[in-house]
């Protein structure tokens, strides 16, 4: 079956041979001469693959390959290169790409890196898929666990109050035993729990379109104060906003910021102490081109390993049983955004979360806000 195939390469010799070819076995093939033209291409028309040159005027290959991972990450990219180039294809690689092609090529060898793309793509895709729907099943399966755990301790104190006196005293002992079972089970089912909400909103995050519009920060984080008050009311974790009143509104996916914000702050909750603050902070920078978003928590701070290691692959999490997705969400929300996040954490001394979002989204991205 035919995909959408777009190939961006300044050498119309290339363009033609490559197009021929894929057209040859049955694709619609598109094309652009530089990596400026690819992503207007990419915006008026979605593409299953891309075929990317890494040396093109106007915008370089690496650069459109990193806004392309940004903009649509799900989509396979094959980088074109030169013999000379290897290295620049080797870069390539690190900043997503699926594979590389190098010029001139082979009829049987762009076969294989096809078929290779879409199958690790098609695989990608169904790994998401499935989590999704184990995440779902396991939250069903733990509720009647969670329920029985409460009915169990409940019938348990009733039955050891109504003992006789002597054979409460000789019961002590095993009613010990029967809380800490209890509170085994508890703790288990709280971590299975924490865990599959992560998956849960990676998914979310992963599976939703992007939808840019004009955004208020202050309602997304009005709204984020909301899904979480009971929760900061229970901990005695006040949540503070300052300047946020004063944004401008920006073209930004709601949800996506929503989401960002929303882990930020209740990966905090865990770190402060009774009486403690966390604060959402609001300003422009001096050119009045970004906004500038804080979190900043009263807590206990990161250990330098942790926080070097936040927005990597490497990343570590504090919490028991955790999977650090909340950390891939809030940057790939960041990321998607053309925005920038950085950490400043000190132990003893709370936590710093600085994001910096454009105002302005480029001129492509403003393209797409408006065809949503």
Known sequence: MGIRILVADDEP????????????LGHDVTSADDGQAALTALESQPADLV?????MPRMSGIEALKQIRRRWPDLPVIILTAHGTIGLAVEAMKEGAADFLTKPFESGHLDSIIAKALERNGLKSEITRLLGEISHDVKNLLMPLVTGTDLLAGELDELFKKLPEIEAVRAQASHQVCDEVIQMLRNTSERIQGRMKGIADYVAATRAPQRFESCHLVKVADSVATSLQVLLDQKQIALRMEGLDNLPPIMADEQRLYSALYNLVH??????????????????????????????DTGRGMPPAIRDSLFTTRVLSRK??????GTKIVKDAVDAHGGQIS???????????????????????EKSAGSV
Request: no cysteine.
């Open 51 to 55: 075929f990317l040159d890494m040396e």
């Open 13 to 24: 010799d290339i363009v033609l041979s490559l197009s021929d070819r894929l057209s040859w």
């Open 267 to 296: 990966n905090a909750v865990p770190e402060v102490p009774p009486r403690g603050s966390i604060t959402i902070r609001g300003s422009l920078d001096t050119a009045g081109r970004s906004i500038v978003l804080t979190v900043q």
């Open 343 to 365: 950490v400043e954490s000190q132990e003893g001394k709370g936590t710093t979360f600085v994001i910096r979002l454009p105002i302005h989204l480029s001129p492509v991205s």
């Open 320 to 325: 028991a049983g955790g999977t650090g997705l």
